[in-house]
């Protein structure tokens, strides 16, 4: 079983939808979660840190489920820039690392 | 402020040589990681320094492959005698801190083609 878990679609959305996706994690004894979003031929960025409370950046909602042992992503009105792969990590207490799910990839149609 | 760059952007080598890739951190982040990604691919982990020390070497593919870090701050990952496989975008990232558990920054890649 892979640490972090992400269904990598592609998800085909229409602009304006909603669009949710979600990453299981393997060690229930990690802290920090984080969603990346990755450009092609980019590196990733930071998008949101996820908190055990939920929270929210504008369009973008991120969940945690520490006893699923899930976090997720919800994306509001979704805009064709919002076009991307999305990573999940999450950090890996014993290793001093983040370990990085492999992406979803999201294509947002007009 | 900076962010994190690497050196070269793009570098195309021939079968058996050797490459020096270059990672200048973010000021005052005291660990530094290596990634490798290939195309279409998830990040693969390479390397992990705090400070100068290497704690975690535990994701470098073979014994041509090595890095170090000085004064710490900017780190070299060394290939030698690159293969095909090797081709690849390399990744370095910052973080503040050592804990493991904070964000990490990234920097734009050296992208290698090994002809």
């Known amino acids: 079983r892979k640490e972090v878990e992400q269904d990598p679609g592609p998800f085909n959305v229409p602009e304006g939808a909603t669009v949710a996706f979600n990453c299981t994690y393997s060690?229930?004894?990690?802290?920090?979660f984080f969603w990346y979003r990755q450009d092609c031929r980019k590196e990733p960025k930071l998008l949101m840190s996820v908190y055990s409370s939920g929270n929210e950046d504008g369009r973008f909602t991120a969940q945690l489920n520490r006893a699923s042992q899930y976090i997720s992503l919800l994306i509001r009105d979704s805009k064709l820039s919002d076009s991307a792969t999305y990573l999940c990590?999450?950090?890996?207490?014993?290793?001093?690392?983040?370990?990085w799910g492999a992406g979803t990839k999201l294509i947002i149609k007009p | 402020g900076a962010g994190v760059s690497q050196s070269p952007s793009n570098k195309v080598t021939e079968k058996g040589k050797d490459v020096e890739l270059r990672c200048d951190p973010i000021?005052?982040?005291?660990?530094l990681y290596w990634y490798r990604q290939s195309l279409g691919q998830g990040l693969e982990f390479l390397i992990y320094?705090?400070?100068?020390?290497?704690?975690?070497k535990s994701g470098l593919p073979s014994d041509r492959f090595s890095a170090e870090r000085t004064g710490g701050s900017v780190s070299t990952l060394t290939i030698q005698r690159t293969q095909q496989e090797d081709s690849a975008v390399y990744l370095c990232?910052?973080?503040?801190?050592?804990?493991?558990?904070?964000?990490?920054?990234f920097g734009p890649g050296t992208r290698l083609t090994v002809l």
């Open positions: 320094f705090q400070g100068n020390s290497a704690p975690d």
């Open positions: 990232a910052s973080s503040f801190g050592g804990s493991g558990a904070n964000e990490q920054f």
């Open positions: 000021s005052g982040h005291t660990a």
């Open positions: 990590v999450v950090n890996d207490p014993g290793n001093y690392q983040l370990i």
């Open positions: 060690n229930s004894a990690s802290q920090s």
